[in-house]
C-alpha cells in the first residue's frame, strides 16, 4: 500500500484530492471488504494552496505600496504578514472575511459582496480599462479564456462605445 500511494505521489505526481481519495478507497476496501483493520497510519496530504495548485499574479500599486510600508513600520510582522490569534499561525480566511465585511459596512457597501468579489471586479476594472483579456487571463491563472469571461461581464454602455475600425478608416474619422 504504502509503494502504490508513494508510486501515485511521486512518480505520477498526483494531486492531494487523488491521493485521498486513493486512501479512502484502501481503507474501504481493507474495512469493509476484508473485514481487516487499516493497519497502515498514513499521513494524509495536505490540498494545495488554490485552485490547481498555480501561483496568482497581481498588481501592486504604488498606492498599496505606500499602505503597506505603513503596516510593516507599525506592526513588524515576525513569522506571517497577517497573524492569526496565535502569533505562530496566519490569518484565517474566516477573519479576512469579518475584515472585508466591516470594511464593507464602513464604506457604505450594501451590495451583498465577499473578498472573492475583489477579484471579479478587478478582472472587470482591467477590461474596462482596455487591458486585453489574455493578458487578465495570465494575471488570474486561467487555462481557459472562457473561465476568465465569466469574471468580465462588461456593461451594456461601454459596449456601445466601441467603434468600428471601419470608422476609424480614411480622413473621415467620426467621434461616434
Not at 56 to 82: D, G, H, M, N
Not at 101 to 125: E, I, M, P, Q, Y
Request: aromatic share 10%; net charge positive; proline share 2%.
Amino acid at each position: 500500500m504504502r509503494g502504490y500511494l508513494y508510486y501515485l505521489a511521486e512518480k505520477k505526481n498526483c494531486s492531494a484530492s487523488t491521493l485521498n481519495i486513493a486512501i479512502n478507497a484502501l481503507k474501504f476496501y481493507y474495512g469493509e471488504v476484508l473485514k481487516r483493520r487499516f493497519a497502515y497510519n498514513i499521513r494524509r496530504p495536505k490540498k494545495g494552496g488554490g485552485k490547481g495548485r498555480k501561483d496568482r499574479y497581481t498588481i501592486f500599486s504604488e498606492v498599496a505600496l505606500e499602505t503597506f510600508k505603513e503596516y510593516i513600520e507599525k506592526y513588524k510582522p515576525e513569522k506571517w504578514l497577517f497573524p492569526g490569534q496565535k502569533k505562530d499561525r496566519h490569518i484565517t480566511t474566516r477573519t479576512v472575511q469579518k475584515i472585508f465585511d466591516n470594511a464593507c459596512k464602513k464604506a457604505g457597501v450594501t451590495k451583498d459582496v465577499t473578498v472573492h468579489s475583489l477579484r471579479h471586479s478587478f478582472a472587470t476594472h482591467l477590461l474596462e480599462s482596455g487591458v486585453d483579456l489574455r493578458y487578465i487571463q495570465e494575471l488570474l491563472g486561467h487555462k481557459s479564456s472562457k473561465t476568465t469571461e465569466i469574471y468580465t461581464h462588461v456593461a451594456t454602455k461601454d459596449l456601445r462605445k466601441i467603434r468600428s475600425p471601419l470608422d476609424m478608416i480614411g480622413g473621415d474619422k467620426k467621434d461616434g
